[in-house]
């Protein structure tokens, strides 16, 4: 079961100050050797894919091997690949990084670039390998894992290239990543261990770019002319890595902000003793490629999400920007000059109503203040306003919607908004656009809602001004034009609208219609959550909680999500849930976590619903409770929710709180893998695999572990890979079988990297190779799987694939021991039998047969009789030889069905 949870001015540096801590003198790089390492990703198997990093990290490496560079110590890793070995996979990427580290000396250099996706998230920053998910951080490179590698190597040079922010990271149907934060990335990689030098592609809160025209990346298009020899400054025929940084620098950002009005600015972070050369004399290469500067028109704005927003998107896209106006506001002379000439109570009376309006926006405030007047008041406004007084038919319109000394008739209402204003009252005019908006007593029409929205906001309303911005925002009448929305969400912040504040910072946080500006989104958001906004309370939480636009404070997220959840907003308290249960930045409290998912599911709150669900079905900060389980999953997946629906399924297979049902199991396994779950998916191949509840059916079980394969569901992939092993609903074929497990392995699963090492080990399907073998066994070992942890104990005690050591042997037994695997107890028995890099010890030998045993493995039960028959190790006893003989054969022990027809006996007493 997976279990998921919810989730200024930039900073500009230039050359002296990103170099303050570098300083000594260039040294030639003949000295020592120089290794790089260089990995390149376009196309992902579970998030979005990029455009160019795959020809830029091959052009790298193209222009290092004619920049002195040896071929023998540049290793390419790109997704496009045809040997398997230089796969960027994150099994491949870390043991070839080791690999290379494990070669250079204290005179060497190692490079090590990265082209690919990157990911902040929780307080750890990860690149991509292939088959990352942004979901499974063991899927993802722990950048300071690399850091720590780099750092604990002999080499004096030490160069990190890293292009990982060209997009943001999405999954299936354009879903951003909850809780990404690329600035946190880019701080990350910004601040390297003592003796490391990190060359980015852009700065905090930029994106890098790419270029059709160049056909590659901006920064490595130039990062490969400046290695060409363009960089060159001093013309010394040496390209130093502050030349080329100078030069990658300045061009970069004069590129970028000529063809895509964007900023994008190099950084290089580090210290390090002595500056280094990368392309010395007689090894620049003069070919490539010119450099085509074009002037291109203004990109158009990605769509907005609707407006108000109910959450901060982490990773905003880019955005081009043009020059702001200011709409005109013109209040209308002739409605001016009516009420100066009106009954002077009423023009006093509509004047107070005004300020309210103006101050508070809301219907409940226009209320108040209209029943703190008498109903003769009411009356005077009803005969004032027959007589075609403007400000009198605006208040006896609200007097009818809201039931103020009268019956309410929003219908009747519609009649005096509609008067008053046709003579341009702009409390008029936005009331009845309400009206219009919302269908209250008359048909929706968003087309007239939007018109008299327009003729408020251009009188100066502010609400209107807000509304207008929502309709140009979300493309609604009008064609979606993101700077319009800018211009009128601007009007009503600076008038103090709360909602306004917050869609401009918003606008701002995507640079939608405005340049990207982080820390300018965060200022308006936080005017707008003074006013004690909710919606803007939870997303200054959302602010602080990832580090955006402010500095990380995840204490003061909570007080902003607690904030906004007293005040009742559902994804503030989800919100709040999540900080609890997952400990971010603050210490775990499950108790303190089911509270608020249960304040959130009982405001319909779907993701807080289907984890109060799970936190009960667990017993996670409350008591284990299976009917409250079901219920809570059950009302998330009604309305939708496919991980509610994996769950039902699960509870009714295990007969969780229930007997057990497999029919039910089957309807929601089908209703969740019919919205795409693919562990659904694979779990209904399971029911056809192993008859649980359906008939027996391997050709129906094949068909749903591929369609969950197809779909990278690595238990899926190993389920299929098991099927073509065993030639069940499918014809035998150990090549497919090996197939199916390297994709899953790749993924991590730590089973069929046991099941592939197995292949390779005795050859079926693919070529006996022990190296590969070792490989992947070691690979499952590390993913804690007992059996491949049992298996690496056997070549190490063998010096199969690798160099005999009793010692780790013994470890790995161990390891899989304690974890249940029988075949290990046994195996340790043989070490002590045996006196395998232990002390020799019959009785231990015993012990660890027995426990092997009793738990059924068969040739624990045949040693075990052996050493009762020879009374080693224990007092001799020929009939308990004989029982433990009986219980091996019965489990197909031929060693022991033998040995009991040589003394004349049957396998059953």
């Given at each position: ?203 905090v809160g930029e994106f890098a770019t790419e270029s059709s025209d160049l056909q590659h990346g901006v920064f490595t298009h130039f990062l490969l002319k400046g290695l060409q020899g363009d960089a060159d400054g001093n013309k010394d025929e040496k390209?130093?890595i502050l030349e080329l940084f100078s030069y990658v620098n300045s061009h970069t950002k004069e590129y970028v902000a000529k063809n895509f009005l964007e900023f994008q600015q190099p950084t290089l972070r580090g210290t390090i003793n002595g500056d ?581 493995n068969r040739l624990g039960q045949y040693n075990l009789g052996v050493m009762y028959y020879s009374g080693l190790g224990i007092t001799k006893d020929r009939q308990e030889a004989i029982r433990w003989w009986r219980e091996a054969a019965r489990n ?18």
């Open positions: 079961m997976v279990r998921v949870r919810g989730r200024g001015s930039r900073l500009l540096w230039g050359v002296c100050a990103v170099l303050l801590a570098i300083g000594g003198t260039a040294f030639a790089q003949e000295k020592g050797q120089r290794y790089a390492l260089l990995i390149g990703i376009n196309n992902y198997t579970h998030i979005n894919d990029l455009d160019y990093c795959s020809t830029d990290i091959q052009g790298l490496q193209k222009q290092l091997l004619a920049s002195g560079f040896s071929d023998q110590r540049v290793f390419l890793m790109y997704d496009e690949a045809t040997d398997r070995k230089q796969m960027p996979s994150k099994p491949l990427i870390e043991k070839t990084l080791r690999l290379i580290l494990n070669l250079v000396d204290k005179d060497d250099t190692v490079l090590v670039a990265f082209a690919g996706h990157g990911l902040h998230v929780g307080d750890k920053s990860y690149f991509c390998p292939i088959e990352a998910h942004p979901e499974e951080p063991e899927s993802l490179i722990e950048i300071d894992w690399i850091y720590k590698q780099l750092e604990e190597c002999e080499a004096s040079q030490k160069l990190l290239i890293v292009d990982a922010c060209r997009n943001r990271v999405e999954l299936p149907g354009r879903r951003s990543v909850m809780g990404n934060n690329p600035r946190s990335l880019m701080g990350t990689l910004q601040r390297p261990p003592q003796g490391i030098l990190t060359l980015t592609s852009c700065d390209i130093s280094f050369v990368l392309a010395t004399s007689g090894k620049i290469s003069t070919t490539g490629a010119p450099v085509v500067v074009e002037e291109t028109p203004i990109a158009t704005p990605d769509s907005m999400k609707p407006r108000p927003s109910t959450t901060i998107p982490s990773t905003p896209p880019q955005m081009t920007s043009r020059e702001e106006e200011t709409p005109k506001i013109t209040p209308n002379p002739a409605f001016e000059q009516s009420i100066k000439e009106g009954n002077p109570v009423i023009r006093k009376e509509f004047q107070g109503l005004a300020d309210v309006w103006n101050k508070q926006w809301t219907m409940s405030a226009l209320e108040d203040n209209l029943r703190s007047y008498s109903a003769d008041r009411f009356e005077a406004w009803r005969d004032a306003s027959r007589q075609g007084s403007a400000a009198a038919q605006t208040m006896y319109a609200i007097c009818l919607e809201l039931g103020v000394h009268s019956p309410s008739s929003a219908y009747e209402a519609s009649r005096w908004y509609q008067r008053a204003a046709d003579q341009e009252v702009p409390l008029a005019q936005v009331l009845l656009a309400r009206l219009y908006n919302y269908g209250l007593g008359v048909d929706t029409n968003e087309g007239l809602a939007m018109e008299w929205y327009r003729k408020a906001a251009e009188q100066g309303d502010a609400l209107a001004q807000n509304n207008l911005g929502v309709f140009y925002d979300n493309g609604n009448q009008v064609s979606e034009d993101n700077y319009e929305a800018v211009r009128w969400y601007r009007r009503a912040a600076e008038q103090g609208h709360a909602m306004g504040q917050n869609n401009l910072g918003i606008m701002y946080l995507y640079g939608e219609g405005v340049q990207k500006d982080e820390s300018i989104a965060a200022q308006w958001i936080q005017r707008a959550a003074e006013t004690e906004l909710a919606l803007a309370l939870n997303n200054m939480g959302v602010l602080y909680r990832d580090g955006i636009g402010v500095t990380k404070d995840p204490a003061k997220a909570l007080r902003y999500f607690e904030q906004a959840a007293d005040a009742g907003h559902a994804l503030a308290m989800r919100n709040l849930a999540v900080m609890y249960d997952t400990g971010q930045g603050i210490s775990v409290n499950d108790g303190l976590a089911v509270r608020w998912y249960r304040k959130a599911a009982e405001a319909n709150e779907i993701v807080a619903q289907r984890n109060l669900g799970i936190m009960y079905r667990f017993g996670e900060g409350t008591s284990q409770d299976f009917q409250e389980a079901m219920k809570w999953l059950k009302m998330a997946a009604d309305r939708g929710d496919s991980i509610a629906m994996r769950n039902l399924g699960l509870m009714y297979d295990f007969g969780e709180g229930m007997t057990e049902n497999n029919s039910e199991a089957m309807r929601w396994y089908r209703l969740a893998a019919d919205k795409g779950d693919t562990v659904s998916i694979r779990q209904i191949g399971v029911k056809y695999d192993l008859g649980d509840g359906v008939q027996v059916d391997d050709v129906e079980a094949v068909k749903w572990y591929r369609r969950a394969a197809e779909q990278n569901e690595s238990g899926a992939q190993r389920n299929l890979g098991l099927m073509y092993q065993s030639g069940e609903g499918v014809t035998q074929s150990y090549l497919e079988a090996a197939h199916w497990f390297q994709k899953a392995a790749e993924q991590g699963d730590a089973n069929a990297a046991q099941k592939l090492a197995f292949l390779y080990e005795h050859g079926m399907g693919v070529e006996k190779n022990q190296d590969k073998a070792f490989q992947y066994y070691k690979m499952s070992a590390d993913g804690g799987f007992p059996e491949g942890e049992k298996c690496l104990g056997v070549m190490y005690l063998a010096g199969k694939g690798v160099e005999a050591d009793m010692d780790e042997a013994m470890r790995l037994f161990r390891s899989a021991s304690e974890k249940g695997d029988l075949s290990a107890k046994n195996n340790i028995g043989m070490m002590y039998k045996n006196g395998w890099g232990v002390q020799q010890d019959d009785a231990e030998a015993v012990w660890w047969f027995r426990a092997a045993a009793k738990g059924g197909g022990d031929e060693d022991a069905i033998n040995q009991l027809r040589r003394m004349g006996l049957s396998i059953d007493p």
